[in-house]
């Protein structure tokens, strides 16, 4: 199923959709979608309203054109200028969104926390990078880790898979968190959106 941009991430005049991974997607792990990108005129850039009530100005998405399964991600920030690196993880649509100068330059499948310890929505600042991280609630790996909190919820790579689930954290595929980690620095935002009330 091919990613198209959702209504359901509130964006502010422009439509947008975006499918999901079905639970029954294949669990292999899959390179990179390929994408090309939707650009927004000037005078009618359209914005992210974050958890906070904030919003962010959108100048330009990825259009990714294949479908995206668990494991699955896409990055390009090619001619994309240097500028703020903020993400969006939206919980309901098992997905984060990462923007430079206004402009999304990766999206990835996630895993999010499970019932028992689920992920916490709202606006988090990275408060500490590490390229090599071990739980020390878990004993386990957490490379390319980036601490949003103090009780150790944090965006780190983990095999993205079907039926998993993470205790808070946010795991996504390990090259995405290569070139994540690349580009985020402490104090970088996170919005974390919550999976919508039925």
């Given at each position: 199923m091919a990613r198209t941009v959702p209504s359901a991430l509130a964006i502010t005049g422009a439509v947008m959709s975006m499918t999901i991974p079905a639970q029954a997607a294949a669990t292999t792990v899959s390179p990179p979608v390929a994408s090309r990108r939707?650009?927004?005129p000037a005078a009618r850039l359209p914005s992210l309203r974050l958890p906070n009530g904030e919003r962010q100005t959108v100048?330009?998405?990825?259009d990714v054109q294949q479908p995206m399964r668990f494991g699955s991600y896409v990055w390009d920030d090619r001619g994309v200028p240097p500028g703020?690196?903020?993400m969006r993880v939206d919980l309901g649509l098992q997905t984060i969104s990462v923007f430079r100068a206004g402009h999304e330059i990766g999206s990835a499948v996630i895993l999010y926390g499970a019932d028992r310890k689920p992920t916490p929505p709202g606006v988090y600042p990275i408060l500490?990078?590490?390229r090599h991280h071990r739980s020390n609630l878990y004993d386990a790996p957490m490379p390319y880790m980036l601490r949003l909190t103090g009780d150790g919820i944090a965006i780190h790579a983990s095999n993205v898979r079907a039926?998993?689930?993470t205790h808070g954290?946010?795991?996504?595929?390990?090259e995405f968190a290569r070139l994540l980690f690349a580009q985020a620095r402490r104090g970088d935002r996170v919005a974390i959106v919550g999976v919508p009330q039925a």
């Open positions: 939707i650009i927004y100048r330009s998405l990825l703020p690196v903020w500490a990078r590490a039926r998993a689930a954290c946010i795991g996504v595929p390990p």
